[in-house]
């Protein structure tokens, strides 16, 4: 599985792994974390329903970071489940 055009993923949840800082994506696919923590560098775990969900690590030089594209693969496991239709 692939998605051949680029898009953003609105709602996307970002954690700072081990950390309980979190947010969500918005409509274009941007996100804001404030991390006031001494590490110089974080991993953010990145999630979204129907995709793998993907670690990138990010060196903390700048109050402002801009992380790039991300690739995410779909998780065909994921899109396999039941559904429930109740009338």
């Given amino acids: 599985y ?4 680029e898009s953003n993923l609105p709602g996307a949840i970002i954690n700072i792994k081990g950390t309980q800082i979190a947010g969500k994506t918005d409509v274009d696919g941007k996100f804001q974390l404030t991390y006031t923590g001494e590490k110089e560098n974080i991993i953010l775990v990145i999630s979204y ?11 903390l030089q ?3 970071i801009d992380i790039g594209k991300v ?4 998780d065909a496991t994921e899109l396999m489940g039941e559904v429930c239709i109740i009338y």
């Fill in 62 to 64: 700048q109050p402002t």
């Fill in 49 to 59: 329903i129907g995709f793998a969900t993907i670690e990138k690590e990010i060196a």
């Fill in 2 to 5: 692939s998605i051949e055009e």
């Fill in 71 to 74: 690739n995410m693969t779909i």
